[in-house]
T-cell receptor, first 114, second 111 residues
Framework: DTAVSQTPKYLVTQMGNDKSIKCEQN?????MYWYKQDSKKFLKIMFS???????INETVPNRFSPKSPDKAHLNLHINSLELGDSAVYFC?????????????FGPGTRLTVL | GQQLNQSPQSMFIQEGEDVSMNCTSS?????WLWYKQDPGEGPVLLIA?????ELTSNGRLTAQFGITRKDSFLNISASIPSDVGIYFC???????????FGIGTKLQVIP
C-alpha cells in the first residue's frame, strides 16, 4: 500500500482550464501539505492543513484552492491555469502538530500547461 | 521570506570519494533537515537535527547543526552510484512545521 498517493501522475492541459490534483494518505497523519517544485527544482510550500484546518497559506494566487474533505485527503484545485503554473506538485503528510516530525512526500504530479 | 543558500549546486565525483555540501541562512532555524530526491520521486528525509551543535549519522551520511543555528552541512563518505540524486537542506522555524528548502545540490557519481 502506498503511504501517500497522488492522482494524476501527469496532467497536461490548456491555459485557462480548471483542474484538480488529489492526494490521499493512509498513514493516519494529522497534517497534510502541498508543495510546488519548479523547473529549477526549487521546492516551496504552498499550503498546510492540520486536522482539516488551514494553518499555512503562503503567498499563492487565489486561483489555487486546497480542499480537505477529511483527514486522509487534501486536494488542490486550480482555476484559470496559466503557463507559470507548470511544475511538479507534491503532497506531503506528517504527524505531531506544532513540533517537527518527518514529512512523507507523495510521488508528485507533473502539471504542464500549454 | 527566509532564504537558504545551498552549495554547491551540482557536483560530479568518482565512486568512493567523500562528498560535502552545506547550507547557510540569514536567519535562525530551530531544526535542520536533509532530504534526498531521486528522479521522478518525492523527497525522502535522510537526517533531522534538533539542537545547535548536534552531529548525527545515518550510515555513510553525517550531518551537523551549526552552533550559530544559521548553517548545516551534510557529508557522504565513500560514495556509491545509488547516491546520485538531488540533496536538499531545509530549515524549520516557528510553529506548524513550515519548512524552507534550499535550492538543492545535484550529485552525480561516476562509477
Amino acid at each position: 500500500d502506498t503511504a501517500v498517493s497522488q492522482t494524476p501522475k501527469y496532467l497536461v492541459t490548456q491555459m485557462g482550464n480548471d483542474k484538480s490534483i488529489k492526494c490521499e494518505q493512509n498513514l493516519g497523519h494529522d497534517t497534510m501539505y502541498w508543495y510546488k517544485q519548479d523547473s529549477k527544482k526549487f521546492l516551496k510550500i504552498m499550503f498546510s492543513y492540520n486536522n482539516k484546518e488551514l494553518i499555512i497559506n503562503e503567498t499563492v494566487p487565489n486561483r489555487f484552492s486546497p480542499k480537505s474533505p477529511d483527514k486522509a485527503h487534501l486536494n488542490l484545485h486550480i482555476n484559470s491555469l496559466e503557463l507559470g503554473d507548470s511544475a511538479v506538485y507534491f503532497c506531503a503528510t506528517s504527524n505531531g502538530g506544532r513540533f517537527y516530525n518527518e514529512q512523507f512526500f507523495g510521488p508528485g504530479t507533473r502539471l504542464t500547461v500549454l | 521570506g527566509q532564504q537558504l543558500n545551498q552549495s554547491p549546486q551540482s557536483m560530479f565525483i568518482q565512486e568512493g570519494e567523500d562528498v560535502s555540501m552545506n547550507c547557510t541562512s540569514s536567519s535562525i532555524f530551530n531544526t535542520w533537515l536533509w532530504y534526498k530526491q531521486d528522479p521522478g520521486e518525492g523527497p525522502v528525509l535522510l537526517i533531522a537535527l534538533y539542537k545547535a551543535g548536534e552531529l548525527t549519522s545515518n550510515g555513510r551520511l553525517t550531518a551537523q547543526f551549526g552552533i550559530t543555528r544559521k548553517d548545516s552541512f551534510l557529508n557522504i563518505s565513500a560514495s556509491i552510484p545509488s547516491d546520485v540524486g538531488i540533496y536538499f537542506c531545509a530549515g524549520l522555524s516557528g510553529g506548524y512545521q513550515k519548512v524552507t528548502f534550499g535550492i538543492g545540490t545535484k550529485l552525480q557519481v561516476i562509477p
